[in-house]
């Protein structure tokens, strides 16, 4: 079976280049169209380059490099020789700019030589996922904190505070860390970041988070901290105001 859910490419027999665009930590489907019955089957044919890329993981490769999941075609009389689809599964995990390698099939008889009758080349586009890889949550009195973070992905710094006695955290150092490819998301005015109140509909006065939303487009060993201040933003800024800094770890 197919899951229907997963992005999946039709490819006729005689096979062609194609492109397909999929989701990065998610999987999907080559469905090449064949007939074993004449001795020919697909092979994927670059397995050792993709394993070593670590970008694009064979799921279901039977010890010939060929796969496990062939579906035939229905017939309802019960004849031999209709053919079918040879279904390829993959996963797609995160490029990090790296080059992503393309997924080259051949159609041939396994034991003759030769090239192949067919060849199907599929370029692949890998789509990055919005959603958050790793958070940490810091109480209103934390002058410290750390989070590990990764190439490519998303993570939020969330801090705890109430904005009804006038008081918000700041994101101070945004240009510092911008140039070094850490780069926020959903800084608000005056560089806050998105407020989620904790009080029960209705009721004011409990505080809350602020939520700091970031993508790390470029991971280096000499990283910025995250700076942070807890101030009314109406008053000057002075020495007093309480400070934050969030290193990060790779």
Same mark, same amino acid.
């Given at each position: 079976?197919?899951?229907?859910?997963?992005?999946?490419?039709?490819?006729?027999?005689?096979g062609?280049n194609?492109?397909?665009?999929v989701?990065?930590?998610?999987?999907?489907?080559?469905?090449? %169209?064949? %007939?074993?019955?004449?001795?020919?089957?697909?092979f994927?044919?670059?397995?050792?380059e993709?394993?070593?890329?670590?970008?694009?993981?064979?799921?279901n +490769?039977? *010890?010939?490099?060929?796969?496990k999941?062939?579906?035939?075609?229905?017939?309802?009389?019960?004849?031999?020789?209709?053919?079918?689809?040879?279904? /390829?599964? /993959?996963?797609?995990?995160?490029?990090?700019?790296?080059?992503?390698?393309?997924?080259?099939?051949i159609?041939?008889?396994?034991? *003759?030589?030769?090239d192949?009758?067919?060849?199907?080349?599929?370029?692949?586009?890998?789509?990055?996922?919005?959603?958050?890889?790793?958070?940490v949550?810091?109480?209103?009195?934390?002058?410290?904190?750390?989070i590990?973070?990764?190439?490519?992905?998303l /993570?939020?710094?969330? +801090?705890?505070?109430n904005?009804?006695t006038?008081?918000?955290? /700041?994101?101070?150092?945004?240009e510092?860390?911008?140039?070094?490819?850490?780069?926020?998301?959903? +800084?608000?005015?005056?560089?806050?970041?998105?407020?989620?109140?904790h009080?029960?509909k209705?009721?004011?006065?409990?505080?809350?988070?602020?939520?700091?939303?970031?993508?790390?487009?470029?991971?280096?060993?000499?990283?910025?901290?995250?700076?942070?201040?807890?101030?009314?933003?109406?008053?000057?800024? %002075?020495?007093?105001?309480?400070? +934050?800094?969030v290193?990060?770890?790779?």
């Amino acid at each position: 079976m197919v899951d229907t859910n997963e992005p999946s490419l039709k490819i006729l027999e005689q096979g062609g280049n194609f492109d397909l665009d999929v989701n990065e930590n998610s999987s999907f489907n080559i469905i090449l %169209n064949g %007939n074993p019955t004449t001795g020919y089957s697909w092979f994927l044919e670059n397995v050792d380059e993709l394993r070593a890329s670590n970008i694009i993981e064979p799921i279901n +490769l039977d *010890e010939h490099n060929g796969s496990k999941n062939y579906i035939s075609d229905a017939n309802k009389n019960a004849m031999c020789g209709v053919g079918g689809v040879f279904v /390829f599964k /993959f996963k797609a995990n995160k490029a990090n700019r790296k080059e992503i390698p393309k997924l080259s099939f051949i159609y041939k008889r396994p034991w *003759e030589s030769g090239d192949p009758d067919f060849k199907a080349v599929i370029t692949l586009k890998i789509k990055e996922s919005n959603q958050i890889s790793n958070e940490v949550i810091l109480p209103q009195n934390a002058s410290q904190g750390e989070i590990k973070i990764n190439e490519g992905e998303l /993570f939020s710094i969330k +801090l705890k505070g109430n904005p009804t006695t006038g008081y918000s955290w /700041f994101l101070i150092n945004d240009e510092e860390i911008a140039n070094a490819g850490i780069i926020p998301l959903n +800084l608000g005015e005056n560089k806050s970041g998105s407020y989620i109140s904790h009080n029960p509909k209705g009721m004011v006065g409990g505080g809350g988070i602020f939520d700091f939303q970031f993508k790390a487009s470029k991971v280096t060993n000499n990283l910025p901290s995250i700076k942070f201040t807890y101030r009314r933003p109406w008053e000057p800024v %002075n020495d007093n105001d309480r400070k +934050l800094e969030v290193t990060l770890i790779n």
